[in-house]
């Protein structure tokens, strides 16, 4: 599975930029930089995602074969690949919040923040930072959504700010990105089957 993520994400370099001199240290190559994933996958990757039988790396593996397949783009695809890894990061530092028993608070920003950092495009960083955004909004605006959602959803969504008020939908509706955020929730929500063949 490993191997799996490092092929997977080799694939979607062509989307990252060259990283600025400021971030050096991360290396100066997309190389690099997918180097720095492929290792924060491998140390924390068979971590159980919280509250399913699949691990993080199966998750983040699955929603980005669902990303492909819905021929919204490269982007959408690497967002997809990598929307939780501000849980992973959250795994090495014991003083981030915690949303009780299901992962690090603001997981979404503390992913698009990183990526940033790592040379990724501005629309997949976007993508990272805002997916919670889907959640928010469907169970603003389709009553029976929240019923839907596994235990763990409805514990996160009560640390996430909750379901959007009328006019925070509105205003998410007339956003460039919000039919991408909305499929990344579908995809998000799918990408939890498990076996071997999922």
């Known amino acids: 599975m490993l191997v799996s993520a490092r092929v997977a994400v080799r694939r979607l370099v062509p989307s990252m930029r060259p990283l600025p001199r400021s971030f ?93 950092s790592l040379g990724f495009s501005q629309k997949v960083c976007d993508l990272v930072a805002r997916h919670v955004d889907g959640k928010r909004y469907l169970c603003a605006v389709r009553k029976d959504y929240h019923k839907t959602l596994s235990e763990a959803s409805k514990t996160t969504l009560r640390h996430q700010g909750g379901p959007m008020t009328a006019e925070e939908a509105n205003a998410f509706e007339k956003e460039e990105l919000h ?20």
Request: glycine letters at 10%; one cysteine or more; charged letters at 25%.
């Open 179 to 198: 039919k991408i955020i909305v499929a990344m929730r579908h995809w998000d929500e799918a990408a939890k089957v498990k076996g071997p063949d999922a």
């Open 24 to 116: 050096s240290a991360f290396g100066s190559t997309s190389s690099a930089s997918v180097d720095r994933i492929f290792q924060l996958f491998q140390k924390h990757g068979c971590g159980d995602y919280i509250g399913e039988e699949i691990s993080q790396l199966e998750h983040a593996l699955q929603a980005a074969d669902l990303a492909q397949r819905s021929g919204l783009g490269q982007e959408a695809t690497i967002a997809a690949l990598l929307h939780d890894v501000g849980h992973l990061l959250g795994m090495d530092d014991p003083s981030s919040a915690r949303m009780e028993d299901c992962g690090v608070v603001d997981h979404e920003k503390l992913g698009g923040q990183w990526l940033q």
